[in-house]
């Protein structure tokens, strides 16, 4: 009986996880080309570089991803009822938590980048600035999805941004990587 107890316990825990990485995901993504959908429709300059399209989408979506895939087990999983096995895996307030926090963070981003191109701001500037509050964004969202859990320690979640903040900090202020990436202030 304990065995059968400690595979739903684990069952559950691998489905939130799952949950967790796939909000975490969308909603991420979906900011990004919220972003750059707006930005060319108010025929703005385009905000982002190939490399640094690139570059965002290896830095947000592999390590807090995966960090959030293997999260730790909630302590009251087994206190909660079971989900019907029909459920949809994206339910009706997790659709609009990633439609609401998406286009939020889109907004947010789309008035730096606008606020920062009308006060004189140099479009390597304005993109430096974009390029960097998008990827702290996104490390902030991490812990956001993991919802009650924020406060339980997921060391490598933790370690997984600190790291990701430690590379962004690498690229955006030495010389051969703003190169490449375009960036400079």
Same mark, same amino acid.
Do not use: C
């Given at each position: 009986?304990?065995?059968?107890?400690?595979?739903?316990?684990?069952g559950r825990?691998?489905?939130?996880?799952?949950?967790?990485?796939?909000?975490?995901?969308?909603?991420?993504?979906?900011?990004?080309?919220?972003?750059? &959908?707006?930005?060319?429709?108010?025929?703005?300059?385009?905000?982002?570089?190939?490399?640094?399209?690139?570059?965002?989408?290896?830095?947000?979506?592999g390590?807090?991803?995966l960090?959030?895939?293997?999260?730790?087990?909630?302590?009251?999983?087994?206190?909660?009822?079971?989900?019907?096995?029909?459920?949809?895996?994206?339910s009706?307030?997790?659709?609009?938590?990633?439609?609401?926090?998406?286009?939020?963070?889109? &907004?947010?981003?789309l008035?730096?980048?606008?606020?920062?191109?009308?006060?004189?701001?140099?479009?390597t500037?304005a993109?430096?600035?974009?390029?960097?509050?998008?990827?702290?964004?996104?490390m902030?969202?991490?812990?956001?999805?993991?919802?009650?859990?924020?406060?339980?320690?997921?060391?490598?979640?933790?370690?997984?941004?600190?790291?990701?903040?430690?590379?962004?900090?690498?690229?955006?202020?030495?010389?051969?990587?703003?190169?490449?990436?375009?960036l400079?202030?």
């Amino acid at each position: 009986f304990s065995t059968v107890v400690s595979a739903v316990e684990e069952g559950r825990t691998i489905y939130n996880n799952i949950l967790k990485s796939i909000t975490y995901l969308l909603t991420g993504n979906l900011s990004e080309l919220a972003f750059v &959908f707006f930005t060319s429709l108010l025929n703005m300059p385009n905000p982002f570089f190939p490399t640094q399209i690139l570059w965002i989408n290896l830095v947000t979506d592999g390590i807090p991803a995966l960090a959030l895939a293997s999260d730790n087990r909630d302590v009251n999983i087994l206190s909660k009822k079971p989900r019907h096995p029909n459920s949809p895996i994206l339910s009706n307030g997790r659709l609009t938590f990633i439609a609401t926090v998406g286009l939020i963070l889109s &907004f947010f981003l789309l008035f730096i980048f606008s606020t920062l191109l009308e006060n004189g701001s140099s479009e390597t500037l304005a993109r430096t600035i974009v390029f960097n509050a998008l990827i702290f964004s996104h490390m902030v969202l991490a812990f956001i999805v993991r919802g009650r859990l924020i406060f339980r320690l997921n060391k490598f979640l933790i370690l997984g941004v600190l790291f990701t903040i430690i590379l962004q900090a690498v690229i955006t202020f030495n010389p051969f990587f703003q190169n490449i990436f375009r960036l400079g202030f």
